[in-house]
């Protein structure tokens, strides 16, 4: 009898357990997905806030030249900088895209999620749609904010235009690729060989284009100002020359090598009676 009620207390001291894991399951569950939707929202406001600074010191650099002179090497250096800041701000948040070509490019190259593109990119271009506004509110009769859209030389072609940002903007990406998500790279400088890549390619093109690079930095003047002349060479330039760049820079890399798990002795041998 004894034995009996004991199988059965055992019983359903069992069937409890059981029906408690699925519970513990399902809150488990809701506990990583609450983390998720928060890291997601984290990185999201950490692109909004990287690219608002990006376009608020690039367009400012563009408006202060119209005052004072600021020559294309400084334009090109406040550029510069202001990716290094903005990366080593954000960068181990999102990853430090700023930059909607960057985004789609890794997502091409399978370097960065897919589903998370759509979002990258809103809060990239709301970024710099914010900093050109404000801009605009700060600066309002002293300078036109349409000295801020990207254009190009008259004597320059579409299709000189198109060549232009796609090199450029390679460049850029060949950089991110080798410094950022390379392991065999040095990470420490990220921020810093990102930033000088965006100065000499601005440098170089950016009397003739104004080295955009960038396709959230032409639309969101384009937008703020309603001027969008040949906004289309400044979306398709840089997104080619991205994915390009990405794409081809997968043959250059290898496999991360993957380490020995370590041996451990067991204290109790099973074969020891």
């Known amino acids: ?20 894991q699925p519970l513990r399951t399902t809150h488990e569950a ?10 997601s929202i984290q990185k999201a406001m950490a692109e909004l ?72 990119v809103l ?15 700060l600066y309002h009769d002293k300078v036109d904010i349409g000295v801020t859209v ?13 060549v232009w940002e796609f090199i450029i903007t390679s460049i850029l990406m060949f950089t991110i690729c080798g410094a950022a998500t390379d392991h065999r790279g040095s990470k420490d400088l990220t921020g810093v060989a990102i930033g000088i890549a965006v100065m000499i390619s601005a440098i170089i093109a950016g009397p003739i284009t104004g080295a955009s690079m960038n396709p959230a930095r032409s639309l969101a003047p384009a937008i703020v100002s309603g001027d969008y002349k040949n906004i289309w060479v400044y979306i398709v330039g840089p997104t080619l020359g991205a994915v390009c760049a990405s794409v081809l820079y997968t043959f250059l890399r290898v496999a991360k090598p ?16």
Do not use: W
């Open 30 to 39: 809701e506990h990583s997905g609450t983390e998720s939707l928060i890291s």
């Open 49 to 120: 806030f990287g690219t608002y600074i990006l376009i608020f010191a690039g367009c400012g650099a563009a408006l202060v030249k119209e005052s004072l002179p600021l020559t294309i090497i400084g334009i090109a250096t406040v550029s510069g900088l202001a990716l290094t800041v903005a990366t080593y701000s954000f960068g181990h948040i999102s990853g430090g895209h700023f930059n909607p070509a960057v985004t789609i490019a890794l997502a091409a190259s399978r370097k960065f999620q897919l589903k998370l593109v759509p979002t990258y």
């Open 1 to 20: 009898m004894a034995d009996s009620l004991s199988v059965n207390v055992e019983s359903i001291a069992n069937l409890e357990l059981r029906a408690k």
């Open 123 to 137: 809060c990239q271009l709301m970024g710099a749609i914010l900093a050109t506004v404000t801009l605009k509110v």
């Open 150 to 162: 990207t254009q190009y030389l008259s004597s320059t072609s579409d299709l000189e235009a198109l």
């Open 258 to 273: 993957v380490k020995p798990e370590p041996f451990h002795m067991c204290s109790h041998n099973p074969l020891t009676l």
